[in-house]
Each structure stands twice: as structure tokens, then as C-alpha cells.
């Protein structure tokens, strides 16, 4: 499924140089960037506006070519068709066919992965339920909401049962539910062994799903790691307890204290927003 | 696998033609200008007139709208896609740009065949109903059809050896030592040609000429031969001329038909299908009746020579041919455009391809330029002298004429409208040259730029 070391992706001084009509160098969007992505990781590639995440992105997606340096996708360059073939991509806008419905944009982008006969029904009937579409199958794409939209562009990535899933902003304009269950796909996807490499704002989001991140500016990777490693401070400790009686409590706030010379921080552990959103409404008696 | 994915372009390609209107609105648009032009535009009145009319500007409506429906389509099959970033989800798929470029292509030819057949539809209807609709007797109306509603071969009178002739008549001139001084014998039998010619065709009062053909080998199958010629007087007025023309080659099976006609004005000849079963040549000649001194000058140019029209093939058969060569131009149209449409934007696109018709639709200047050597003729004095950059133009005009001579040369509509066979020469020709060449060098580039082209 991978390549013989094991890696997916594979840049070594990755370099993207956009020029103006005379050539001249305009801008450097990637400015010699090393990055290694193994099999079976999500990858997150976080970075304010313009600090060339995107152009990373295209450059693996054989978009753009890369000014200098070397990258290699599934051990191959990026524009090789074979590659494309073991590969889903979910852009950050929905750039569908508006005239075509669901299921027939599906069976266009199946046709150009060369899926035919019964293999492509089982793939874009099972893919329409996966992502929730099945009361919307037939109508046109340019009457779907933005989060449809996105479920179809999520749906046409896993058409070819990708090794390599590459996804711009996947929860972009995602309600907290379907958020949810993209994220919870994306890791069944992991799982499965498939690589995922993806590109969001959404650091909440990054944060739950991805194994590994790194952060770009500037078109410089300054940090790479795993997400544990980069949020773990080894100087604190977080404590669950059982609220104990006042004087307890303080007894014991004294002690430590005393003992570390610092004064511990105590407030009550709370739910995430998402949590409190999605049980109140999977609990709604409208809720099918 | 290739074909699948050229397929599912094309496919796209037209249903986005149907869903988004453009098809429905060109097929009214098409029924309305082919129904409607004949309508608006007035004939002579008569209904070989009327039957000219449809057939030309409903021929030249239909191609001129769907080259520039082809070329629009063309230019934004691929600029349009890539400026929307539709693109991105279909070049992250594993097909060649090629197939992409390919399956564009199928994709407006689809359109175009159906759009071309619709016309062929309109235009055979409207021809058989106005002709069998109208009040002419029916006569009139049996030789209209005979000659719009079937296609002819067109032959050309044999000509004699110029140059044997011309040859023999030097020789006498030399023996005889009446060549004039400081004549080389080359500019004398080019003198002689034309003095010879000028004879030929020049036909005095109770004068006369004699055209012959060579037969064709098919049969006319019931149908009428028909003699288009014209005469030219050498007078300003245009006073009619008395004629007899002498059909067959010896008396028992000659014929005679009077005719008046005004000098300058083209005139058309049934001659029945009696003439085609005679000998391998046959005889068409010309006698003036009239005593009046007024000289008829027949033109030497060859396309002002009497031609015989003889039955070919069905007015449908030679239509479909002729669609079948603007359906090559309009292959050429949408490669150019899809082309235009790889590298640049939309507008631009449209823009630069528009400046190609353009430049193509002046191949008559072009022509004229390239020929003749200069920009314009002088009205008085010699031509002026040419600069380097005149030169340099010049040479420019001499490329662009030779690109565009398959293109101008390749043109079925006079013939359609004049019920001259669209010939299976012709239809190999434009599937050659503008199928085979043009728009595979257009495509060549179109996909060279298309494979370089970063989508950022």
C-alpha cells in the first residue's frame, strides 16, 4: 500500500517560487520545506493565511510544480497518473457541477477513475448513504446547501477507496454533527491504513484527529511533531477529583503549596460546547 | 479505460450544453434564423430565386452560427473550468490532460453533428415544400428541381492544345520571318495564346462557336443535362441577342433550341436527358441569329466558359457531404478555441481565436495580396517601391494565404446552392486537412500548453 520506507510523502527541500510574466521571481510561497508523512497517519498542516500551506498542497496534488527540491507521493512524482489513481482530494470550496445531481456527479468522477459495471453502483450508492445523501440523491448539486455540497465532495474523494486522502478545510462549513461524523470516518479511514494529510484553521478540530501536525509560516515549517508531544507542558499536571468538603480541599491545596512553592489553580471540569451541541440535539425528540 | 474517461468528458460536456440551456436556446435560435431569413430576404420573384435564397443563406446563417457557438464553447471548455477551479477535482483524477482535451472536443462535435443534422433537416424540408407549395406551372417547377434539388457534376468544354497550337504557329511565323523585332519567341506564343483565345470566344453577328464535352460515365437516370453560360457584349447597352444552340454531334440526333438573352446576365438551358445517349463527346454549339453588329464577346476566363451540369446524386446525399465539410471546419473551429482556451483566459481566448476567423474571413484581400504582389492597385502612375517591412509583410501574407487556402478552397455552400455536387474529394479533403492536420497540429499545441500549464 505504501512505499518501501514506509513514508507517503516524501519532500525534501521543497521550494515554490512563483514569477511574473517576465520570470522574475515574484514570490516564495514554500521556502525549502523537508516533510515526511508515513502510512496510516492524519497529518495536519496548520498555518495562518498565506503561509503556504495551500501551495504545499497543490504542489502534492501535481497542480503546481515545484520551483526546486525533491517530493515524491506513494513513491512516485506527484503528477504520475498511477498516483492520481491511489488518491482522493477534497478541495476547501465545493467545486462540483452545479447542473448535476449527486449521484450523477459520483458516477462522472468514478467514470474518470475507470470504476465500471457493478463495482461503481456498490461505490457511489454506498458512498450517497455514507454521507448522508440519500433524500438528496437526484436533485442538482446548485440546489444543496454548502455542508451538502461538502458531503459530496467528501463522498467523490473516497470514490476510488483511496490509499492517500488529502482534504482541504474538511469541516468547513460542517454543522457540529456532520463535523462529528466526518472526523469519526477520517479516523475509521486511518485505521484502515489510509494516509490522510489535511489542511485546516480548525485546530480544534487538528487537535482531536490528527497524529501528527506541523505548523508553516512564511512558507517555513517552524514546528513538527506529534500533536501529544507539542501540547504536553511536563511541568503541570491536571487532577480529576470528586469535589472533596471545603476544609479538605484547602488542606490539600496548602500542602501542595508548600511542597512546589506554587499555588494550585482549582476550578470545576466542564464539557466542550460541541459535547453539550451534539447530545442535545441527537436527544431532540425531532431528530430522526 | 481511456475511452471511458474521454467518454465521461464528453458526455459532461454536452449535458452541461443541455442543462444549462445553450443547447435549447441554439436549436431555437437555428429554427428560427433557418425559418425565418428566406422569409425576410426577397428573391426576383421566381422560384429558382426563392429556391437560391434558402439554400445560400440558410447554408451560411447555420455555419456562421454554430463557428461561433463552436469557437465560444471551445475557448471556454477549458479556460472557464480552470478560471472556476471545477478543474481541480477533475485533473486530481487519474487521466492524461490529453484525454481531457480529447473528451472536450467530442463533446462539442456531439453537439455539433446534432445541431448539423437539425439543419439538414430544415433546409431539405423548406427546399422540397416551398418548390412543391408554389403556384409556378408545373414545368417551371419540375425544372427548378431539377436543377437546385439534385446535384450535378459540373463539366468544363474541352479546350484545344494552346500550346501545340501555338507552337505550330510560331514555327510558320519563323519560316515565314514575320516575327516582329526584339520578341523573344516566348513572349510571341504567349501573344498568340491570347490572341487565340480572344478568337475563340468572340462571336461576331451570325456568327458562331462550338463547345464540346466529354461525356460522363453515369447514367443522367431520367434527369435533365443543364448548360449555364453567359455572354458579354464589347457595347454598353445590353441589347438581347438571338441564338440558336445546335445539341448532338451529327444531324440525325441534333436538336435545336432559340434563345434570347441579354448580355451580362447568367442563363440557364435544359437540355433534357435525350443528349446523354450519343457518342463519348458531345456537342454543344452556338449560333447568333441576329444581324445587328453589336460583337458578343464570350470571356476567356475559364469561369465565364459555358459548363454542363449533369446529374450527379441525390440533393440529401450531396447536403449530408456538405454538412460533413463544415463539420470538419467546425472540428478545426472548436480545436482552435479549445487551444486558445489552454493557455489564456476566457476573454482573451475568445478574443485571440475571434482575431483568427477574422483574419480567416479576409482570405479574399489576403489572396489578392499574396498573388499580386502589392497592398493595393495604384489608380494612376507605377506601383510604388516596396520597403524591407512591405517585404517583410508581404511574406507574412504569402504564410498566412498558404495556411488558410485549405480552409477558403473547402467551402460546400456555393455548391450547395447552386446544385453542384459536393464531391467525395472535397469531404475527403476537409477530413483530411482540417481534421487530419489542422486540428491535430491545434490540438498538438493545445495539449503541449495545456500539460505546462500550472493550475495555482
Same mark, same amino acid.
Given at each position: 500500500?505504501? $512505499? +518501501?520506507? =514506509? #513514508?507517503?510523502?516524501?519532500?525534501?527541500?521543497?521550494?515554490?517560487? @512563483?514569477?511574473?510574466?517576465?520570470? &522574475?521571481?515574484?514570490?516564495?510561497?514554500?521556502?525549502?520545506?523537508d516533510l515526511e508523512i508515513r502510512q496510516g497517519e492524519i497529518f495536519g498542516l496548520l498555518g495562518p493565511?498565506?503561509s503556504?500551506k495551500?501551495?504545499?498542497?497543490?504542489?502534492?496534488?501535481?497542480?503546481?510544480?515545484?520551483?526546486?527540491?525533491?517530493?515524491?507521493?506513494?513513491?512516485?512524482?506527484?503528477?504520475?497518473?498511477?498516483?492520481?489513481?491511489?488518491?482522493?482530494?477534497?478541495?476547501?470550496?465545493?467545486?462540483?457541477?452545479?447542473?448535476?445531481?449527486?449521484?450523477?456527479?459520483?458516477?462522472?468522477?468514478?467514470?474518470?477513475?475507470?470504476?465500471?459495471?457493478?463495482?461503481?453502483?456498490?461505490?457511489?450508492?454506498?458512498?450517497? $448513504? +455514507?454521507? =448522508? #445523501?440519500?433524500?438528496?440523491?437526484?436533485?442538482?448539486?446548485?440546489? @444543496?446547501?454548502?455542508?451538502?455540497? &461538502?458531503?459530496?465532495?467528501?463522498?467523490?474523494?473516497?470514490?476510488?477507496?483511496?490509499?492517500?486522502?488529502?482534504?482541504?478545510?474538511p469541516t468547513?462549513?460542517?454543522?457540529p454533527i456532520?463535523c462529528r461524523e466526518v472526523k469519526d470516518l477520517l479516523l475509521g479511514l486511518a485505521k484502515?491504513?489510509?494516509t490522510i494529510l489535511i489542511c485546516s484553521h480548525h485546530l480544534a478540530d487538528m487537535q482531536d484527529i490528527c497524529d501528527r501536525v506541523a505548523i508553516l509560516l512564511?512558507?517555513d515549517i517552524c514546528t513538527q511533531g506529534t500533536v501529544q508531544d507539542l501540547l504536553i507542558n511536563p511541568d503541570t499536571l491536571r487532577l480529576s477529583l470528586p469535589a472533596p468538603p471545603r476544609e479538605t480541599l484547602s488542606a490539600i491545596l496548602d500542602y501542595i503549596e508548600q511542597e512546589t512553592g506554587r499555588r494550585p489553580v482549582v476550578d470545576h471540569t466542564g464539557r466542550t460546547l460541541e459535547s453539550v451541541f451534539i447530545e442535545t440535539?441527537t436527544r431532540?425528540?425531532?431528530?430522526? | 479505460?481511456?475511452?471511458?474517461?474521454?467518454?465521461?468528458?464528453?458526455?459532461?460536456?454536452?449535458?452541461?450544453?443541455?442543462?444549462?440551456?445553450?443547447?435549447?436556446?441554439?436549436?431555437?435560435?437555428?429554427?428560427?434564423?433557418?425559418?425565418?431569413?428566406?422569409?425576410?430576404?426577397?428573391?426576383?420573384?421566381?422560384?429558382?430565386?426563392?429556391?437560391?435564397?434558402?439554400?445560400?443563406?440558410?447554408?451560411?446563417?447555420?455555419?456562421?452560427?454554430?463557428?461561433?457557438?463552436?469557437?465560444?464553447?471551445?475557448?471556454?471548455?477549458?479556460?472557464?473550468?480552470?478560471?472556476?477551479?471545477?478543474?481541480?477535482?477533475?485533473?486530481?483524477?487519474?487521466?492524461?490532460?490529453?484525454?481531457?482535451?480529447?473528451?472536450?472536443?467530442?463533446?462539442?462535435?456531439?453537439?455539433?453533428?446534432?445541431?448539423?443534422?437539425?439543419?439538414?433537416?430544415?433546409?431539405?424540408?423548406?427546399?422540397?415544400?416551398?418548390?412543391?407549395?408554389?403556384?409556378?406551372?408545373?414545368?417551371?417547377?419540375?425544372?427548378?428541381?431539377?436543377?437546385?434539388?439534385?446535384?450535378?457534376?459540373?463539366?468544363?468544354?474541352?479546350?484545344?492544345?494552346?500550346?501545340?497550337?501555338?507552337?505550330?504557329?510560331?514555327?510558320?511565323?519563323?519560316?515565314?520571318?514575320?516575327?516582329?523585332?526584339?520578341?523573344?519567341?516566348?513572349?510571341?506564343?504567349?501573344?498568340?495564346?491570347?490572341?487565340?483565345?480572344?478568337?475563340?470566344?468572340?462571336?461576331?453577328?451570325?456568327?458562331?462557336?462550338?463547345?464540346?464535352?466529354?461525356?460522363?460515365?453515369?447514367?443522367?437516370?431520367?434527369?435533365?443535362?443543364?448548360?449555364?453560360?453567359?455572354?458579354?457584349?464589347?457595347?454598353?447597352?445590353?441589347?438581347?441577342?438571338?441564338?440558336?444552340?445546335?445539341?448532338?454531334?451529327?444531324?440525325?440526333?441534333?436538336?435545336?433550341?432559340?434563345?434570347?438573352?441579354?448580355?451580362?446576365?447568367?442563363?440557364?438551358?435544359?437540355?433534357?436527358?435525350?443528349?446523354?445517349?450519343?457518342?463519348?463527346?458531345?456537342?454543344?454549339?452556338?449560333?447568333?441569329?441576329?444581324?445587328?453588329?453589336?460583337?458578343?464577346?464570350?470571356?476567356?476566363?475559364?469561369?465565364?466558359?459555358?459548363?454542363?451540369?449533369?446529374?450527379?446524386?441525390?440533393?440529401?446525399?450531396?447536403?449530408?457531404?456538405?454538412?460533413?465539410?463544415?463539420?470538419?471546419?467546425?472540428?478545426?473551429?472548436?480545436?482552435?478555441?479549445?487551444?486558445?482556451?489552454?493557455?489564456?483566459?476566457?476573454?482573451?481566448?475568445?478574443?485571440?481565436?475571434?482575431?483568427?476567423?477574422?483574419?480567416?474571413?479576409?482570405?479574399?484581400?489576403?489572396?489578392?495580396?499574396?498573388?499580386?504582389?502589392?497592398?493595393?492597385?495604384?489608380?494612376?502612375?507605377?506601383?510604388?517601391?516596396?520597403?524591407?517591412?512591405?517585404?517583410?509583410?508581404?511574406?507574412?501574407?504569402?504564410?498566412?494565404?498558404?495556411?488558410?487556402?485549405?480552409?477558403?478552397?473547402?467551402?460546400?455552400?456555393?455548391?450547395?446552392?447552386?446544385?453542384?455536387?459536393?464531391?467525395?474529394?472535397?469531404?475527403?479533403?476537409?477530413?483530411?486537412?482540417?481534421?487530419?492536420?489542422?486540428?491535430?497540429?491545434?490540438?498538438?499545441?493545445?495539449?503541449?500548453?495545456?500539460?505546462?500549464?500550472?493550475?495555482?
Amino acid at each position: 500500500m505504501g $512505499t +518501501q520506507n =514506509g #513514508l507517503v510523502i516524501e519532500a525534501r527541500k521543497l521550494t515554490k517560487i @512563483f514569477r511574473d510574466f517576465w520570470h &522574475r521571481p515574484k514570490v516564495t510561497a514554500v521556502h525549502g520545506i523537508d516533510l515526511e508523512i508515513r502510512q496510516g497517519e492524519i497529518f495536519g498542516l496548520l498555518g495562518p493565511n498565506g503561509s503556504g500551506k495551500s501551495t504545499t498542497l497543490k504542489m502534492i496534488l501535481g497542480l503546481l510544480h515545484p520551483s526546486s527540491g525533491d517530493l515524491t507521493v506513494l513513491g512516485k512524482p506527484p503528477h504520475d497518473v498511477a498516483v492520481k489513481a491511489r488518491m482522493g482530494f477534497m478541495p476547501e470550496e465545493s467545486y462540483l457541477y452545479k447542473y448535476l445531481t449527486a449521484v450523477e456527479i459520483l458516477n462522472f468522477y468514478a467514470n474518470l477513475y475507470g470504476l465500471s459495471g457493478s463495482l461503481k453502483k456498490e461505490r457511489v450508492e454506498g458512498l450517497i $448513504t +455514507q454521507v =448522508g #445523501l440519500t433524500a438528496a440523491r437526484n436533485r442538482p448539486i446548485g440546489e @444543496f446547501s454548502k455542508g451538502m455540497a &461538502r458531503r459530496v465532495g467528501l463522498a467523490q474523494c473516497l470514490l476510488n477507496d483511496p490509499d492517500l486522502i488529502l482534504l482541504d478545510e474538511p469541516t468547513s462549513g460542517l454543522d457540529p454533527i456532520a463535523c462529528r461524523e466526518v472526523k469519526d470516518l477520517l479516523l475509521g479511514l486511518a485505521k484502515r491504513g489510509k494516509t490522510i494529510l489535511i489542511c485546516s484553521h480548525h485546530l480544534a478540530d487538528m487537535q482531536d484527529i490528527c497524529d501528527r501536525v506541523a505548523i508553516l509560516l512564511n512558507g517555513d515549517i517552524c514546528t513538527q511533531g506529534t500533536v501529544q508531544d507539542l501540547l504536553i507542558n511536563p511541568d503541570t499536571l491536571r487532577l480529576s477529583l470528586p469535589a472533596p468538603p471545603r476544609e479538605t480541599l484547602s488542606a490539600i491545596l496548602d500542602y501542595i503549596e508548600q511542597e512546589t512553592g506554587r499555588r494550585p489553580v482549582v476550578d470545576h471540569t466542564g464539557r466542550t460546547l460541541e459535547s453539550v451541541f451534539i447530545e442535545t440535539v441527537t436527544r431532540h425528540p425531532s431528530t430522526p | 479505460m481511456m475511452l471511458i474517461r474521454t467518454t465521461a468528458i464528453a458526455w459532461l460536456t454536452v449535458r452541461e450544453a443541455v442543462r444549462s440551456k445553450l443547447l435549447l436556446s441554439l436549436t431555437s435560435l437555428l429554427v428560427a434564423g433557418l425559418v425565418g431569413l428566406p422569409l425576410l430576404i426577397s428573391s426576383d420573384h421566381t422560384l429558382a430565386g426563392k429556391i437560391q435564397i434558402i439554400l445560400t443563406y440558410t447554408t451560411t446563417f447555420a455555419t456562421t452560427v454554430l463557428s461561433l457557438t463552436t469557437l465560444w464553447i471551445g475557448c471556454g471548455g477549458v479556460s472557464a473550468e480552470i478560471q472556476d477551479r471545477r478543474f481541480y477535482l477533475v485533473i486530481t483524477k487519474p487521466l492524461h490532460r490529453y484525454e481531457l482535451w480529447l473528451g472536450k472536443w467530442m463533446g462539442i462535435m456531439v453537439l455539433n453533428v446534432a445541431l448539423l443534422a437539425l439543419t439538414g433537416l430544415i433546409i431539405s424540408t423548406m427546399a422540397h415544400y416551398t418548390i412543391q407549395s408554389a403556384q409556378e406551372p408545373l414545368k417551371e417547377k419540375r425544372h427548378v428541381s431539377e436543377q437546385f434539388l439534385l446535384a450535378h457534376q459540373i463539366l468544363r468544354p474541352l479546350t484545344p492544345d494552346w500550346s501545340k497550337i501555338t507552337v505550330e504557329a510560331t514555327q510558320r511565323l519563323v519560316q515565314s520571318g514575320r516575327i516582329p523585332e526584339k520578341m523573344t519567341t516566348e513572349a510571341l506564343q504567349k501573344k498568340l495564346i491570347e490572341e487565340l483565345k480572344i478568337q475563340r470566344f468572340t462571336i461576331p453577328p451570325k456568327g458562331g462557336v462550338l463547345f464540346s464535352f466529354q461525356r460522363p460515365a453515369a447514367e443522367t437516370l431520367g434527369h435533365d443535362l443543364i448548360l449555364n453560360y453567359r455572354f458579354d457584349s464589347t457595347r454598353p447597352e445590353r441589347t438581347p441577342v438571338a441564338a440558336s444552340w445546335v445539341m448532338g454531334n451529327t444531324p440525325a440526333h441534333q436538336f435545336h433550341i432559340g434563345v434570347t438573352n441579354y448580355p451580362g446576365v447568367p442563363a440557364t438551358l435544359a437540355l433534357g436527358d435525350d443528349v446523354s445517349a450519343a457518342t463519348n463527346i458531345l456537342t454543344v454549339a452556338y449560333q447568333r441569329l441576329d444581324d445587328d453588329n453589336q460583337a458578343t464577346l464570350m470571356l476567356a476566363d475559364q469561369t465565364q466558359e459555358p459548363e454542363l451540369l449533369v446529374p450527379y446524386g441525390s440533393f440529401e446525399m450531396n447536403l449530408m457531404r456538405g454538412l460533413f465539410v463544415i463539420l470538419c471546419r467546425l472540428a478545426f473551429l472548436a480545436a482552435l478555441g479549445l487551444t486558445a482556451g489552454c493557455l489564456l483566459s476566457t476573454p482573451v481566448a475568445v478574443f485571440v481565436a475571434f482575431f483568427i476567423i477574422i483574419l480567416m474571413a479576409s482570405s479574399g484581400y489576403v489572396e489578392f495580396v499574396a498573388t499580386s504582389g502589392v497592398f493595393y492597385v495604384p489608380h494612376e502612375g507605377p506601383a510604388p517601391v516596396q520597403t524591407w517591412l512591405d517585404k517583410m509583410i508581404l511574406s507574412l501574407f504569402h504564410f498566412f494565404h498558404g495556411i488558410t487556402l485549405p480552409l477558403t478552397r473547402l467551402d460546400p455552400v456555393p455548391l450547395i446552392a447552386t446544385g453542384r455536387v459536393v464531391s467525395l474529394e472535397m469531404t475527403l479533403q476537409a477530413l483530411g486537412w482540417l481534421v487530419g492536420l489542422y486540428s491535430t497540429i491545434a490540438a498538438v499545441i493545445g495539449i503541449t500548453l495545456f500539460n505546462r500549464r500550472e493550475l495555482g
